[in-house]
């Protein structure tokens, strides 16, 4: 059983991760700085929080497994 959520979870934040820049590469390519940066950051997160939410449901995802996927999804999501 946990290989195959960690397999779920290897797929999925991979296929996630080659379809969307991360928001702090988006901020650069933007150009932005002080407060629309932080802006920015701040609904991206909030954004990549709510896709991952989603991701997690649809893969029917509970309890630990879903915490560890939504927690590496919104990571990759974010970090640069």
Do not use: N
């Not at 928001?23 to 950051?41: E, H, M, N, R």
């Amino acid at each position: 059983m946990i290989r195959i959520v960690l397999t779920a979870l290897a797929l999925t934040c991979a296929s996630s991760f080659a379809h969307a820049q991360s928001c702090a590469v988006q901020a650069t390519d933007k150009k932005l700085a002080g407060a629309a940066k932080t802006s920015f950051l701040t609904k991206c997160e909030k954004d990549a929080g709510a896709s991952c939410d989603k991701q997690a449901a649809d893969k029917k995802l509970a309890g630990a497994a879903k915490a560890s996927f939504t927690k590496k999804c919104v990571s990759d999501a974010t970090s640069g």
